[in-house]
């Protein structure tokens, strides 16, 4: 593996040593990373490589057998996931999951959770970053596009004023146009100080946005490192993901 340099600021999650499993079938063997506060780290990989099974082990969704998720200094693994939201971990899956039958209003109502210290995001906030969710705020989530769709999910998420924000696959299946409109979003949170998780696939998605990356194939760690020397490595690249 290709290591790259030690975090220049204190981690605010280490993912320690997860050795994850979906009933008998092993899907990470040993993985480990770690996000500073402020930063936007990337897990690449291609499809079925461990990317949703890393995601759905820091936030509980799918415990680990072995290992530790330190989160601000406590190990929360195997927490019920709504204490991990509590904590200030907010996850956006890559099927979405809004409430089709909801307005747009009342997706974004019904995950409200007071700030801390007074402060944090409100309906207007997440209208301010996605003015097109101003538009259509009455109309139900079942009848948005997918890009709309993707929009409300990570507008619903930052209702909870979460400090780190994991993202899965966000650009997945869609246009591109949208695709780009979404990468500006997530790079405005990051400009604002969001800590970011981004699992994915597009590569030039991730780089305009990451400041490390980690590469995973079949549950392993196989690269860290800045953004830049992911980019200058073209071995790394071919091997573990190009198609």
């Not at 990373?33 to 897990?43: D, H, I, K, N």
Request: aromatic content about 8%; overall charge neutral; charged content about 25%.
């Amino acid at each position: 593996m290709a290591a790259g340099p030690a975090v220049a600021r204190e981690a605010i999650l280490t993912v320690e040593d997860l050795y994850t499993y979906y009933g008998l079938s092993q899907v990470l063997f040993g993985v480990s990373l770690q996000v500073a506060r402020g930063e936007c780290v990337c897990l690449l990989g291609r499809n079925g490589v461990g990317k949703t099974t890393t995601m759905r082990s820091i936030i509980g969704l799918t415990p680990p057998r072995r290992g530790r998720v330190v989160w601000k200094g406590r190990d929360v693994a195997g927490r019920p996931s709504y204490q991990i939201a509590r904590a200030g971990i907010g996850f956006i899956p890559e099927d979405r999951r809004i409430f089709a039958d909801l307005t747009v209003w009342e997706n974004l109502d019904v995950a409200s959770r007071g700030g801390r210290n007074g402060g944090g995001w409100t309906v207007e906030r997440v209208f301010d970053l996605f003015p097109k969710l101003r538009e259509l705020m009455n109309r139900q989530g079942g009848f948005l596009s997918g890009g709309e769709q993707q929009m409300l999910t990570i507008a619903r998420t930052l209702m909870g004023n979460p400090e780190l924000l994991l993202l899965d696959e966000p650009s997945e299946g869609l246009a591109p146009l949208v695709v780009e409109h979404l990468k500006e979003q997530i790079a405005r949170l990051k400009t604002e100080g969001l800590t970011i998780l981004l699992a994915e696939q597009n590569i030039a998605f991730s780089l305009d946005l990451a400041d490390r990356v980690y590469v995973l194939e079949k549950g392993h760690i196989r690269f860290d490192g800045t953004a830049r020397e992911f980019r200058d490595n073209d071995a790394v690249r071919q091997q573990y993901l190009a198609l």
